[in-house]
Structures are given as C-alpha cells and as structure tokens.
C-alpha cells in the first residue's frame, strides 16, 4: 500500500514562499506519476502541478512561473516550491500519486494514491 505524507504548509504573506514535500512509502517511487492539487474552503480540489515519471512537468496557468514541482526519486520525496504566493493561493495542498499510465496528468479521478494534506494560508 502506498504512502503519501505531506509537510511544509503553513502562514506566509503575500509574495512570500514556501517549499511543500511529499514523502512516499510502500511503492517503487521512481515508476510513479505524481501531482500536486489544491483545494480551498467551499471549493472542488483542483490541479497544480504534475510530474511524470520521466520528468515532464505540468502546471496550472494560475501558477506557472510560480511554482516549480521537482522530484528526488533516491528519497522517494517530490516537491513543490512556491514562490511569490498570493491570496488565493490560500488551499489545503494535497500529494497524489499514482502508477505511470500515460494518461491525463491533470485529473484528479486518475490519481489512486493521496497525502492527508497540508495546510498553506497566504495573508494579505
């Protein structure tokens, strides 16, 4: 069974960054794709950031040019480093992963495995 867990969440003010991680467990990490989605009070959760197992990324318009996703698969750790943050950055940030599949990298429906989710709160 696959493990995900989330870190790195937390209160930074507007143009301010943080670095999410996401430790995996139980799985051969390197064969997995993995994404990063975000889902805010009263909203559906919602793409990010994606990752394949051979390195091509994907990311929301919102947030390209902002936030870079990155994996280290000799620590079986992806990230997402977000930099200049905004209010409506402001979400519950949730890891998902799943086995190489060639298939959308940017629906939730396609992810088997997720992270319990980690608080980010962007202040004004």
């Known amino acids: 069974q696959v493990q995900l867990v989330e870190s790195g969440g937390g209160l930074v003010q507007t143009g301010g960054s943080l670095r999410l991680s996401c430790a995996a467990s139980g799985g051969t990490f390197s064969t997995y794709d993995m994404g990063w989605f975000r889902q805010a009070p009263g909203k559906e959760r919602v793409f990010v950031a994606a990752?394949?197992?051979?390195?091509?990324?994907y990311y929301v318009n919102s947030v390209k040019g902002r936030f870079n996703i990155s994996r280290d698969n000799a620590r079986s750790t992806v990230f997402l480093q977000m930099n200049s943050l905004k209010p409506e950055d402001t979400a519950v940030y949730y890891c998902?992963?799943?086995?190489?599949?060639?298939?959308?990298?940017?629906?939730?429906?396609?992810?088997?495995?997720w992270g319990q989710g980690t608080q980010v709160t962007v202040s004004s």
């Open positions: 990752q394949s197992r051979y390195g091509t990324s």
């Open positions: 998902a992963g799943r086995l190489y599949s060639g298939r959308s990298l940017t629906d939730r429906a396609e992810y088997a495995y």
